[in-house]
């Protein structure tokens, strides 16, 4: 461990001894070992804040009649993203026989394969998928929604009722599965809404679309329903799980290991939920209601 590490930092040239550049290091930080007393710790950031260690994922129930418990705890890697736990997340939830209903979770949480993937175990993830980042999206244009695509008979029609001429399947830079949808010149040259659907030289649209049909579907639907006041209101709730975290980080000093090694780190933070847990069950029993979030005086004075 300790010749890794110096591998990663220094280098010698001829007889001299010299520190590592930025740019000679390993490409990925998840690559990079910050100490030979930590192997497992790596450096992350998020925004604004860059810290070692690891990443924490917590889980709590939400329901108004019930204290909201912490029902899962996972301690991962701090440069895996976060969509990356989520499969995990769920499996032991449902192994311990926590599974919810519904599943509300950040958009770093979210794809569209986690929605479907839970949807088989009975689980409705509420987050946002990402929304269409075409420029016809972006600008009123004719975006994937507005074609009608017939997985059976492999073609699509487009708003302006012209039938597709080519359907091919591709795979993005990710290496995801996508389906390449290809129109005629001559349908699209004359139409006079080019402008909504094509600005290449071709004169033609190309629609590319997730694949396969199960997915594309799903991804309609989610897309479709995170645009409703309904979706919108009932993922406020989401916004709980931060008073949880503030709990967690300073009154129980959830922020700072006091242990070396992912795992002794993991079960200090099983000890910070069940605390956390058993101060919410004794004020529940108590009848001492939940703390509300600190207003400023600007606040209060303009409420």
């Known amino acids: 461990m300790l010749r890794q590490v110096w591998m990663q930092h220094f280098y010698q040239l001829e007889e001299q001894v ?13 690559l990079i070992t910050l100490s030979s007393y930590d192997p497992q710790a790596r450096c992350s950031a998020k925004r604004n804040v860059t810290w070692d260690g690891y990443k924490v994922h917590l889980t709590e129930t939400c329901d108004d009649d019930t204290p909201n418990l912490i029902t899962n705890h996972e301690m991962r890697p701090s440069t895996e993203p976060d969509h990356d736990a989520t499969e995990v997340i769920h ?9 919810p209903r519904e599943h ?14 839970q949807a088989q175990d009975g689980i409705d993830l509420m987050g946002a998928v990402p929304d269409d980042n075409s420029w016809q999206a972006r600008h009123g ?16 029609v487009c708003p302006q009722g012209h039938d597709s001429c080519s359907w091919s399947l591709a795979q993005t830079r990710s290496q995801r599965p996508v389906v390449k949808i290809k129109f005629r010149h001559r349908d699209c040259a004359p139409c006079p809404a080019l402008n909504l659907c094509a600005n290449n030289h071709e004169k033609r649209r190309t629609l590319t679309i997730l694949a396969p049909q199960t997915l594309y579907e799903a991804q309609q639907v989610a897309r479709q329903r995170q645009q409703t006041t309904n979706f919108k209101t009932a993922c406020h709730v989401r916004a709980g799980v931060e008073g949880t975290v503030s709990q967690a980080a300073h009154a129980l000093g959830a922020r700072r290991s006091r242990y070396r090694g992912m795992d002794k780190t993991h079960l200090q933070h099983l000890g910070v939920a069940a605390a956390i847990n058993l ?16 207003q400023s005086r600007f606040a209060q004075l303009a409420a």
């Open 18 to 30: 010299c520190l590592c550049e930025k740019r000679d290091q390993p490409p990925a930080s998840r």
């Open 104 to 117: 509300f979770v950040d958009q770093g949480y979210m794809s569209i394969d986690h929605v479907v993937q």
């Open 141 to 156: 244009g004719y975006d994937s929604r507005q074609f009608v695509v017939d997985w059976d008979n492999e073609q699509a």
């Open 279 to 294: 101060l919410r069950i004794v004020n529940w029993l108590d009848d001492v209601p939940p703390s509300k979030t600190p």
């Open 91 to 99: 499996d032991h939830l449902v192994v311990n026989g926590y599974a």
